[in-house]
């Protein structure tokens, strides 16, 4: 109970900021902006307003204070110090929160300003333009799942660790704001890099197949 009452008050306040944000969001995305969010000529057009009042509010600071209030914060409060037993509530943790970016559709918004910007986009409406772009980028799908896994695993890790190392859910909400900031460009990286091993490793196989088939 007393470390509950000593981290309540930083709980409360990461609690009103993400209330606060969530009905901005919903007045924004919902209200304001719902028609012209489901047309891509605005969308591209609008791109930095979009970034600036939707994108960045809910990837660098709604999402990283919800989840880590939902995920690192129990973790945080029960354990005072790193221990056994410590590790295993942020591998529990972080496990469940990877797991839960398994889902979704994993388009994102470059994707959808790289096909527009092309010029090959073949409606303006932005719920078949996404559902296009999963049909395009199924082979990417295969890694980029994956990828998102991967990348959410580690986050939980380190989040977990140093919240609890300095005992401060405030350095993990940081933390994840940062990896959020930086992560698409990471997670482009391994994307690239997975699908250069995977195409390489291919042609690999495909010689030796070739040589094979040549010989016999």
Do not use: C
């Not at 919903?26 to 028609?35: E, M, P």
């Not at 690192?72 to 591998?91: E, N």
């Not at 496990?95 to 409606?123: P, Q, R």
Request: glycine share 6%; no cysteine; aromatic share 16%.
């Amino acid at each position: 109970m007393e470390r509950i009452n000593q981290f309540l008050p930083t709980v409360i306040i990461l609690l009103s900021i993400s209330m606060f944000l969530f009905l901005y969001l919903q007045i924004l995305l919902r209200r304001a902006w719902k028609d012209k969010l489901k047309n891509v000529e605005w969308v591209t057009k609008n791109k930095w307003r979009v970034v600036l009042f939707a994108g960045v509010p809910f990837e660098n600071i709604w999402a990283p204070v919800f989840e880590e209030l939902l995920f690192r914060a129990p973790i945080i409060i029960a354990f005072g110090a790193l221990s056994g037993y410590a590790w295993l509530g942020i591998g529990a943790s972080a496990v469940l929160f990877s797991a839960i970016h398994y889902f979704g559709k994993h388009i994102y918004f470059l994707d959808v300003l790289e096909k527009s910007g092309n010029g090959n986009n073949d409606t303006n409406n932005m719920a078949e333009m996404v559902s296009n772009l999963q049909k395009e980028k199924q082979g990417e799908m295969k890694f980029r799942k994956p990828a998102a896994i991967v990348a959410t695993l580690i986050l939980g890790i380190v989040a977990g660790y140093f919240g609890i190392k300095y005992q401060s859910i405030y350095v993990s909400v940081g933390i994840h704001a940062a990896w959020n900031l930086f992560m698409p460009i990471f997670i482009w990286i391994v994307i690239l890099l997975s699908l250069a091993l995977y195409w390489k490793v291919g042609d690999t196989w495909r010689y030796k197949l070739r040589r094979r088939r040549s010989i016999y």
